[in-house]
């Protein structure tokens, strides 16, 4: 017998089929390792502080799990827990968080049901010679400026490590 939450969800995916289908064709690599996700990190918080932003950044590994956390002095702490989450949603679902945001404002509300994903740009996943190895995500500021900042720290792993550059806004 199927399950109630087991039935739920699969009529969630099924009046969602894009959010199921739309994520980056990257493989997953090996995990970013510690100094790494601090370099990532660095950057970012390089980027918001030369732009006066209080931000909080978080780094973490394919399956989400934080590899680094690093925040600007008196950035709001309801930040911490939202770059954490910006992050893990990247990479898990192997797409930017702005293909969420985009699809709710599309008219597409199921994708708020999807477990584990937050729809708020912020996030994106952090590639090392073409493979998805972990995600950034930032919080503190509106939503386009998270997102500079977190694209500035893995276009640092891009640059450096020879990956492409995470696909902007793909589709969920």
């Given at each position: 017998?199927?399950?109630?939450?087991?039935?739920?969800?699969?009529?969630?995916?099924?009046?969602?089929?894009?959010?199921?289908?739309?994520?980056?064709?990257?493989?997953?690599?090996?995990?970013?390792?510690?100094?790494?996700?601090?370099?990532?990190?660095?950057?970012?918080?390089?980027?918001?502080?030369?732009?006066?932003?209080?931000?909080?950044?978080?780094?973490?590994?394919?399956?989400?799990?934080?590899?680094?956390f690093e925040r600007v002095d008196n950035t709001q702490t309801g930040s911490i827990r939202v770059a954490?989450?910006?992050?893990?949603?990247?990479?898990?679902?192997?797409?930017?968080?702005?293909?969420?945001?985009?699809?709710?404002?599309?008219?597409?509300?199921?994708?708020?049901?999807?477990?584990?994903?937050?729809?708020?740009?912020?996030?994106?996943?952090?590639?090392?010679?073409?493979?998805?190895?972990?995600?950034?995500?930032?919080?503190?500021?509106?939503?386009?400026?998270?997102?500079?900042?977190?694209?500035?720290?893995?276009?640092?792993?891009?640059?450096?490590?020879?990956?492409?550059?995470?696909?902007?806004?793909?589709?969920?």
């Amino acid at each position: 017998m199927i399950s109630i939450r087991a039935r739920s969800l699969a009529v969630l995916l099924a009046a969602a089929p894009a959010a199921a289908s739309g994520q980056m064709p990257n493989a997953y690599g090996p995990n970013v390792n510690a100094e790494t996700a601090r370099k990532v990190a660095a950057a970012a918080i390089a980027e918001a502080k030369k732009n006066g932003w209080t931000m909080a950044v978080a780094v973490v590994d394919t399956s989400g799990t934080l590899v680094h956390f690093e925040r600007v002095d008196n950035t709001q702490t309801g930040s911490i827990r939202v770059a954490q989450e910006k992050a893990r949603t990247a990479a898990q679902f192997k797409r930017p968080t702005k293909a969420f945001e985009d699809a709710i404002a599309g008219g597409r509300q199921a994708v708020l049901g999807i477990p584990g994903a937050t729809p708020v740009e912020g996030g994106v996943p952090l590639l090392d010679a073409g493979k998805i190895v972990g995600a950034v995500g930032v919080s503190g500021g509106m939503g386009q400026q998270d997102a500079q900042c977190a694209k500035t720290g893995a276009d640092l792993l891009a640059g450096s490590a020879g990956g492409a550059t995470p696909v902007p806004g793909a589709k969920p």
